[in-house]
């Protein structure tokens, strides 16, 4: 069984910094992918990428460490939502998606 793991998630004043962290685990064969989502109330989930994040949000990934995690700075009330983390793992020659039971960030002052 895979689980995904999140952590880090909670309360940032505007103009803060948050660090979200997720590790895999469980009985699998390889990793293709991992990354971050978040879903604002009464919004679809999207992914954490392009213009509303860039030049505040870094994603970095260690598959050695099976670990992907999500530094924010410059924090926005925009920014409030539930993230949760997604991955893509090989599991006995096929692939499969999971995702983490999300953590919720709020931005407020």
């Known amino acids: 069984q895979v689980q995904l793991v999140e952590s880090g998630g909670g309360m940032a004043q505007p103009g803060g910094s948050m660090r979200l962290s997720c590790v895999a685990s469980?009985?699998?064969?390889?990793?293709?992918?991992m990354g971050w989502y978040r879903q604002a109330p009464g919004n679809a989930r999207e992914l954490v990428d392009g213009?509303?994040?860039?030049?505040r949000f870094t994603i970095s990934l260690d598959i050695a460490k099976n670990t992907v995690t999500l530094q924010m700075n410059s924090l926005k009330p925009e920014d409030t939502a539930v993230y949760f983390c997604?991955?893509?793992?090989?599991?006995?020659?096929?692939?499969?998606?999971?995702w983490g039971q999300g953590t919720q960030v709020t931005v407020s002052s």
């Open positions: 213009d509303p994040v860039k030049g």
């Open positions: 997604k991955a893509v793992i090989r599991i006995r020659g096929y692939s499969y998606q999971y």
């Open positions: 469980g009985s699998f064969d390889s990793i293709n992918s």
